[in-house]
């Protein structure tokens, strides 16, 4: 088994890290931590289990560590679910003594030698690993793009081969992709909000990391522009986006684009049967109805239609933040960095 832990195990990703590690044929959950306000005391006295799943109560009296290097020092892998400004400097120190940082801030993603990672679309990126390695690091960090990022660039892999020229998106973002003290009742209640801080800027430069090609060294970053516009909605769990992409192809070639890609590769335990689902009905997908498609890990595309104009849908705290983390690791074991 590969030692595990979870930097940040108390919040909305950490916990479904928790949900998600609990059980895991091939990482041992080993350790969690948290602030200050938590560190030193049981986990299952400190956390606010807000899952639908039961509470794991095989780790329920591990205690909670402060989030130090010292405490994670036994480790193979960290999962990080920290806020950004503490993760900075943290997930770096982790990476130079030895860690692989599994990340799910936003910290290190444009670091040009740091993966921005979705297992089935860009694994030929985890060669950044050896560009860390070379550069003296004896870990490294990999990170998870933005959660919207995530649904936008699994939808548009498929379009990558037929001259993507523009994209245009606008979302409709859950309550949890703020964490669990990030939006107070009383402001999303019977509201929608028309801004999330920096989400727009994420998603125009994310993709082009994302999207890019890695030519041993470096990422070539794709050129077309991707404008977006981000809204707050008043549901729990998933992301919903409606895009806009022109293309060098119709509608018919698009579709038949979107319902042949498959992942390069199959059989990691996270990694779900299909990482898109393309749904034919004209009201699919829903939020509620398709967010667990997968287990949460698929990303469900439907009204594909002229323009070329589709929407798209995914879990953000599975596919788009703790989901797609485990994956990446799982990758990394069968690459052999693990
Ligand atoms: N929610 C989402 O859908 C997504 C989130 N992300 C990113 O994942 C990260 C976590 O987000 P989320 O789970 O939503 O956030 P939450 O606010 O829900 O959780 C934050 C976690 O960090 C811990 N923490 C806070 N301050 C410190 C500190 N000073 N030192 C150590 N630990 C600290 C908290 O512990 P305590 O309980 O003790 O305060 C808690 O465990 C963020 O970087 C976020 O941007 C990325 C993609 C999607
Ligand atoms: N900002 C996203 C979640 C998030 O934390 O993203 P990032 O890790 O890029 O800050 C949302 O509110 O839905």
């Not at 909000?193 to 090609?213: A, C, V």
């Not at 109805?289 to 469900?300: H, Q, W």
């Amino acid at each position: 088994m590969i030692n595990v832990g979870v930097l940040g195990a108390t919040g909305a990703v950490g916990q479904r890290f928790v949900e998600l590690l609990a059980d895991h044929p091939w990482f041992h959950l080993q350790t969690l931590t948290a602030s200050e306000r938590s560190a030193g005391k049981p986990y299952e006295k400190v956390v606010n289990w807000r899952l639908e799943t039961p509470f794991p109560d095989e780790i329920g009296d591990c205690i909670v560590s402060p989030t130090t290097v010292e405490a994670v020092a036994d480790l193979d892998i960290v999962f990080s679910a920290l806020p950004a400004d503490i993760a900075r400097s943290l997930e770096a120190e982790m990476a130079d003594a030895g860690l692989i940082v599994c990340s799910n801030a936003s910290s290190h993603r444009m670091d040009p030698t740091v993966p921005l990672l979705i297992a089935e679309i860009n694994p030929d990126h985890t060669g950044l690993i050896d560009v860390q390695h070379d550069r003296g690091r004896d870990g490294c960090i990999v990170t998870n793009p933005n959660c919207s990022t995530i649904m936008l660039s699994c939808s548009l892999a498929p379009l990558l081969p037929h001259g993507i020229r523009d994209v245009k998106v606008a979302t409709l973002q859950a309550i949890s992709g703020a964490g669990f003290d990030g939006i107070p009742g009383m402001a999303i209640c019977d509201n929608v909000i028309p801004y999330i801080g920096s989400e727009e800027e994420k998603m125009s430069e994310e993709p082009r990391k994302i999207l890019g090609t890695f030519n041993g060294s470096e990422i070539e970053p794709i050129t077309f522009p991707i404008s977006a516009s981000c809204n707050r909605v008043p549901v729990i769990d998933g992301h919903m986006l409606s895009v806009w992409v022109e293309a060098e192809c119709g509608v018919e070639e698009a579709k038949k684009a979107f319902e042949n890609w498959a992942a390069p590769f199959s059989g990691l335990p996270t990694q779900p049967d299909k990482t898109l689902h393309i749904f034919s009905q004209p009201d699919r997908p829903q939020t509620r109805l398709d967010r667990n498609l997968g287990d949460g890990m698929t990303v469900s595309i439907g009204r594909i239609r002229e323009g070329i104009r589709y929407t798209a849908m995914g879990h953000n705290t599975i596919r788009g933040a703790a989901g797609s983390s485990v994956l990446n690791a799982e990758l990394l074991k069968k690459k052999g960095y693990i």
